[in-house]
């Protein structure tokens, strides 16, 4: 065991100092932030020689070393920084505004080689180094100023306390808690888990909107540009026929002089303040977003594939944080936050607030209709079994899999049916624009 003179602050800003014995300078400072200290700064006490004896010259050789190896890495690292701020400069980088988020794949790539060079046994420092010269964007900036604040003395998790635009609480809270047991790239690997199972289910509701959505977005292309350059040509042939149009027919020739004299302005217009009211209300009226959540969990398998993905999601990021210690009131009020949608949310925050009376988990969760009741009865039997963390897990696994066979039953059932609705639509304006031309034969046969 080596003795280390270590300054720092506690929780209320006051200096402290004092000794500590341990195998290594990190193993010292993981312990002292362990005890909820911070900006721990701390020093090996060398032995006192006489004369040249009481100490060990070739003991004492390495340590200058490590000091000096450590210095032209901080010089280095120094070196790298003003040049990437230098290059950043110059080329104009624009970082306010949604400018300056990073993508989800480059946070998950920077986390993946984050951990597995930790794995491998290279120094935090090192591994940053590493991981920031491999990053582009965003992301190499501020794998930056992670590594010049680790440089400066504070601890990974201290460092992404200040980046908490691109950090949620649950990624520092994690990593704190790898900091804290020691297991750093266990709970980076965690992690990655956690934002590879994030990541399979947003592309999952993705690719089951993306097919509805294109056909109804070429559709309406479609019926547009019929209404503004097909109709035009067909109403000057009905108006040399000389006689009144069929209903349908002349419902279609008024929407499409209506789209001409401007009406095409107003439909786009109106379409953007469609979504723009959406928006505003969604934020900031909570009777609206609660209707609109509860809307869509309502609909038909849409539902409940928010549903599927909202459990799943809540589930592994409950059980991570049980891992990492978490207490269950913040890992609750965490899975809250996570959601996605408002019904979960707030049912969530209700047994967050209920849990404090001593009722269990399961009892508490079968009590809100929004969750399915084999949800409740799986955790009740982790609690009975005390592995609540492992079932968790297994609820995560068991409702991706759920939500992964909902996505591809869609898949197949949709298909069909947009087929059918983009027929029915095209065909429709087909048939009338040429209903009177058919009106026209049947009268000149009689």
Known sequence: MRKFKWQ???EFGQKQSGEIEAKTLSQARIELRGQGLRQVQAKEI??????????????????????????????????????????????????????????FKDLLVFTKKLATMIRSGLPLVDAL?????????????VAGEILADVNSGLSLSDSLKKQVRH??????????????????????????????REKEIKAGIKSALFYPVTLIVITVGISIFMLTNVVPIFQELFANLGSELPALTQSLVDLSEWLLGGGLLTLFGSIISVFVANSLLT???????????????KLPLFGD????????????????????????????GVAANSAGNLMFQEAMLRVKTQITGGAPLS????????????????????????????????????????????????????????????????????????????????????
């Not at 180094?129 to 900036?141: A, V």
């Not at 950090?167 to 888990?193: H, K, P, W």
């Not at 934020?283 to 969990?297: C, N, S």
């Open 283 to 297: 934020k900031g009226f909570t009777p609206f977003a609660r209707m609109k959540a509860r809307l869509i969990l």
């Open 363 to 446: 009892v508490l969760l079968e009590e809100e209709t929004v969750f399915p009741l084999e949800l409740s009865q799986l955790i009740r039997v982790g609690e009975e079994t005390g592995n609540v963390e492992e079932m968790l897990e297994s609820i995560a696994k068991y409702y991706q899999e759920e939500f992964d066979a909902v996505v591809d039953g869609l898949s197949t059932v949709i298909e069909p049916l947009m087929i059918v609705f983009v027929g029915a639509v095209v065909g429709g304006l087909i048939f009338a624009m040429y209903l009177p031309i058919f009106a026209a034969g049947d009268l000149v046969q009689g």
């Open 305 to 332: 594939i928010v549903m599927k993905a909202a459990i799943a999601r809540m589930a592994l990021l409950m059980a991570n944080l049980f891992a990492a210690g978490v207490n269950i009131v913040d890992t609750l």
């Open 46 to 103: 060398k032995p006192l020689t006489f004369f040249g004896f009481g100490g060990k010259k070739k003991d004492q050789k390495p340590k200058r070393r490590d000091t000096n190896q450590r210095a032209k890495r901080q010089e280095l690292t120094r070196r790298v920084r003003k040049k990437e701020e230098k290059k950043s400069a110059l080329s104009g980088d624009i970082t306010w505004g949604p400018f300056g988020d990073i993508p």
């Open 129 to 141: 180094t590493l991981t920031e010269s491999q990053s582009k964007g965003n992301m190499k900036r």
């Open 167 to 196: 950090f949620d609480n649950i990624y520092r809270n994690m990593v704190q808690a790898g900091e804290l047991s020691g297991n750093l790239d266990t709970f980076l690997d965690r992690l990655v888990s956690m934002m590879e």
């Open 8 to 10: 720092a602050k506690n």
